[in-house]
């Protein structure tokens, strides 16, 4: 049986989901998203396949990029945690998967 993610896990996780959501739906690339936010060339990268979790400033430059407000974005990412909070694991996995198969 599979150890539950962490609620700290599933913040990055769903953070690193819903940002590479909203900038396929700006239709930008990852750098022309970091230039726009001027973060360092594979931030949102990193970001995005859950290497990292961004640190408040770099959220807040990245939301202003993609014109979601830091509270919307959070509220989204909140909402996402409330719902598969008890089924997490598998729940996550299958979401992750399917973005990145899909080449979002």
């Excluded at 690339?29 to 990268?45: D, N, P, V």
């Excluded at 959220?59 to 959070?74: E, W």
């Excluded at 598998?90 to 399917?98: G, V």
Aim: net charge neutral.
């Amino acid at each position: 049986m599979e150890k539950p993610l962490t609620e700290r896990e599933l913040y990055g996780k769903y953070i690193s989901i819903l940002l590479r959501l909203r900038r396929n739906e700006m239709g930008y690339t990852q750098a022309e998203l970091e230039e726009k936010a001027g973060l360092a060339r594979t931030t949102i990268s990193n970001i995005e396949r859950g290497k990292r979790t961004p640190e408040s400033y770099t959220l807040s430059k990245i939301a202003i990029a993609l014109g979601i407000s830091l509270d919307r974005l959070n509220e989204e990412v909140w909402e996402n945690i409330e719902k598969h909070k008890d089924n997490n694991s598998s729940a996550l996995k299958q979401l992750f998967s399917d973005l990145y198969y899909r080449g979002d």
